[in-house]
């Protein structure tokens, strides 16, 4: 068969969606981790504002009705469930209560995270164990049971873990995040693994990566507070040493979030996107300038 150019052009018309299409996430169901502040918090809200219908996990009940109240504001289709996801029981609990009250899941987004600062000298073990427990495990056991779920229902879903530049990026000033790096770093190489895993059913998996962001986290999470008063105030003078040219918004790299959601990431699986303005590049708008730290001696 001998293709015109006027049919080869038309072929790329054939069966194709409208822009309008890749771009939203009507009739979705999607589950967000960690979506009662912060990043997740703007997740959500762009999901829903996209048409999906989201159930917003976390562990405090308060935080998580005061989401909910604050998003319905808006006549968004939301829904709370106190999970802890460090007890699988309550990660596949959550799973099936997103299915029964919507009817499917379609959309996985890991935001839920802890962080804090210690130099490994000081860094205790049930601190790096639970830093792991959270971020990695959790997008682990999230992970497990929602593909579990879209492999039996034959959703050709997305999952979206949420990850942090800081696994390419020593920070701070002089380390202290050996823990939260290890974890996040993991949830890298892992979604390498589970893209490989579960493309044949039509199941793509990516992770975002954000550097510092305006989050209540963000602004709170110090040093490990059973550090020695003098350890915390050494390790919280090299915090203060970084400057960055802009802290991105959570809303900014929710947007990311929401794009790789969408049909736009239909032909993206296994890829980490970095959203943190640059910063990992040392991409800069302008050069802050840094004092000598520490200063020479003599």
């Given at each position: 068969m001998n293709l015109t150019p006027e049919m080869i052009l038309r072929g790329y018309l054939a069966n194709t969606a409208s822009l309008e299409e890749m771009l939203s996430v009507k009739g979705k169901t999607a589950i967000v981790t960690g979506g009662t502040s912060g990043l997740g918090f703007c997740v959500a809200r762009r999901l829903?504002?996209?048409?999906?219908?989201?159930?917003?996990?976390?562990?405090?009940?308060?935080?998580?009705?005061?989401?909910?109240?604050?998003l319905k504001e808006e006549n968004l289709e939301v829904t709370f469930c106190k999970t802890n996801i460090r007890k699988e029981e309550e990660v596949e609990r959550l799973v099936a209560f997103t299915a029964e009250i919507y009817g499917s899941v379609d959309i996985l987004v890991t935001a839920a995270g802890i962080w804090s600062f210690a130099h490994i000298e000081d860094l205790p073990e049930d601190v790096f164990k639970d830093t792991l427990d959270v971020n990695l495990l959790g997008a682990y056991r999230c992970a497990k049971y929602v593909s579990r779920y879209m492999i039996e229902h034959k959703i050709k879903g997305k999952m979206l873990l949420v990850s942090s530049n800081s696994a390419y990026l020593p920070q701070p000033v002089f380390g202290g995040y050996a823990h939260y790096t290890a974890s996040k770093g993991g949830v890298i190489a892992m979604t390498t693994e589970l893209a490989k895993e579960?493309?044949?059913?039509?199941?793509?998996?990516?992770?975002?990566?954000?550097?510092?962001?305006?989050?209540?986290?963000?602004?709170?999470?110090?040093?490990?507070?059973?550090?020695?008063?003098?350890?915390?105030?050494?390790?919280?003078?090299?915090?203060?040493?970084?400057?960055?040219?802009?802290?991105?918004?959570?809303?900014?790299?929710?947007?990311?979030?929401?794009?790789?959601c969408t049909r736009m990431a239909d032909g993206v699986t296994g890829e980490c996107i970095v959203a943190d303005s640059g910063m990992m590049r040392n991409i800069m708008a302008f050069q802050p300038a840094i004092e000598e730290y520490p200063p020479k001696e003599g």
């Open positions: 829903c504002q996209g048409g999906a219908k989201v159930v917003i996990a976390g562990s405090g009940e308060g935080k998580g009705e005061l989401a909910v109240k604050i579960l493309k044949r059913y039509g199941i793509m998996v990516n992770t975002v990566a954000p550097g510092g962001m305006f989050t209540p986290g963000c602004l709170t999470n110090g040093p490990i507070r059973t550090l020695s008063p003098e350890k915390q105030a050494e390790l919280g003078k090299e915090m203060m040493v970084a400057k960055l040219d802009e802290i991105p918004t959570a809303d900014s790299v929710a947007i990311v979030v929401y794009g790789m």
